[in-house]
C-alpha cells in the first residue's frame, strides 16, 4: 500500500483555506511538475523534484504595486492549459489574478465583485470551460465567465451567472460531458450545461453544510462536506447514489485519479483517506487511510492520473508529506 515517501518544503506555511494544494503538469500530461500553497496574500510555489524550478513565494497584490504590506487573502489558486500555453489562476480579496506559468507577469485582474467599493468581498472557485471560458466564483454567489483570447493576454467578460444564494467554495467541470458544477456555502450544487452558452440545467439542494469541494468522473459527482461526509450524485438525473460519513471534521479537499477511479479526501481530523468509486455498482469503497498526527489537513492532490502518488499539505505546516505505492 502507500508509504511516506518524502516532504516537499515551502517558503512558508500553509493557511487554513479548503482546497489548500494545487499541482502543476507538464503541459498536457499527468506528469507533476510543481505544487502550489496559500500563505496569507501568498502563494508558494515548490517543484515536486529537486533540479527542476526554484521555489517561489508570489504575491497577490494589485498590478503595479510594491509588495510591502501584502493584506491580501488568496482563496483558490489553480493551473490550467490554454492552448499550449500554461496559466496560473488565483482567486483572492483582490478578486480574479491570472499570470504565466511561472507566475512572474501579471496577464489580468478582474476584481469580479458585485457592489462596488465592497471590502469583505472575494472571488472563489475556478473551473476552464472547452479550453477557452474561464469561470470564477465569489462571496455573493455569483459567477463570472471570461472569454480567453488566442494570446492569452486581452481577456474579455462574457457574463454574470447569478443562481446561487450563498459564496461560492468549488466549481468542476467535466468537458467531455459539457456539464459544469458550481458548490456554495448552504452545500447546494448547481448543474450548467456548458456546450455553447452556459445555462443552469437542475439544482441539488443542500443540507445545512457547506459543500466543500467536488469532482467530476464520467457521469458522477463527486461532493464532499463540512459534516464530514462524501456524496455521490448522477448529474444526469441529480439523483444521490451513495452517500459515505467518511471523516470525523470538515473534508477539506477531495482529489481524483481517474486512471484508476480513485479518490482522495483529506480532512481537519488529520486523516488522508484514498476510496475506490465502483461507477458499476454506484458505490465508494474505502481502499487505505494516512494518519498525519497532530496536522489539521488543509489540501491534498494525487501527483499522477493512476494514483500512484499523492500529497498533503497541512495548517500552519512548512512542509507537503507525500505518499506513494
Not at 494545487?22 to 503541459?27: H, N
Amino acid at each position: 500500500m502507500y508509504d511516506k515517501a518524502n516532504k516537499l518544503l515551502l517558503v512558508t506555511t500553509a493557511s487554513a483555506v479548503p482546497n489548500n494544494l494545487a499541482i502543476q503538469t507538464l503541459g498536457k500530461s499527468s506528469q507533476s511538475f510543481a505544487i502550489g500553497v496559500i500563505h496569507g496574500g501568498y502563494v508558494n510555489v515548490v517543484p515536486i523534484r529537486e533540479g527542476e524550478i526554484r521555489s517561489k513565494y508570489i504575491p497577490c497584490v494589485e498590478p503595479g504595486t510594491r509588495p510591502r504590506h501584502v493584506t491580501t487573502t488568496v482563496t483558490q489558486v489553480k493551473w490550467f492549459c490554454v492552448q499550449g500555453t500554461q496559466i496560473l489562476a488565483i482567486t483572492s480579496t483582490l478578486g480574479l489574478h491570472v499570470y504565466d506559468d511561472e507566475g512572474r507577469k501579471c496577464l489580468f485582474t478582474h476584481s469580479c465583485s458585485d457592489s462596488h467599493g465592497s471590502t469583505d468581498s472575494f472571488a472563489r472557485g475556478l473551473a476552464l470551460v472547452n479550453g477557452e471560458r474561464l469561470c470564477v466564483g465569489n462571496s455573493s454567489g455569483s459567477i463570472r465567465i471570461f472569454k480567453i483570447p488566442s494570446d492569452v493576454s486581452d481577456y474579455l467578460h462574457l457574463e454574470k451567472l447569478s443562481s446561487h444564494n450563498k459564496a461560492i467554495t468549488d466549481i468542476a467541470c467535466n468537458e467531455s460531458q459539457d456539464i459544469m458544477v458550481s458548490a456554495d456555502d448552504s452545500g447546494c450544487l448547481l448543474l450548467w450545461n456548458v456546450k455553447d452558452t452556459i445555462e443552469c440545467i437542475t439544482t441539488i439542494t443542500g443540507r445545512g453544510f457547506p459543500c466543500t469541494s467536488i469532482q467530476m468522473w464520467k457521469s458522477l459527482i463527486l461532493a464532499a462536506y463540512g459534516s464530514g461526509h462524501i456524496r455521490m450524485f448522477d448529474f444526469k438525473t441529480s439523483r444521490l447514489l451513495t452517500e459515505v460519513a467518511a471523516h470525523a471534521r470538515w473534508i477539506t479537499g477531495i482529489d481524483l485519479a481517474p486512471g484508476r477511479g480513485l479518490l482522495l479526501s483529506v480532512s481537519e481530523d488529520s486523516f488522508a483517506k484514498i476510496w475506490t468509486i465502483d461507477s458499476e455498482e454506484k458505490l465508494i469503497l474505502h481502499k487505505y487511510t494516512a494518519a498525519v498526527e497532530n496536522k489539521m489537513l488543509v489540501g491534498g492532490k494525487f501527483l499522477n492520473s493512476y494514483g500512484t502518488e499523492f500529497c498533503v499539505s497541512a495548517y500552519d505546516a512548512n512542509d507537503v508529506i507525500c505518499f506513494s505505492v
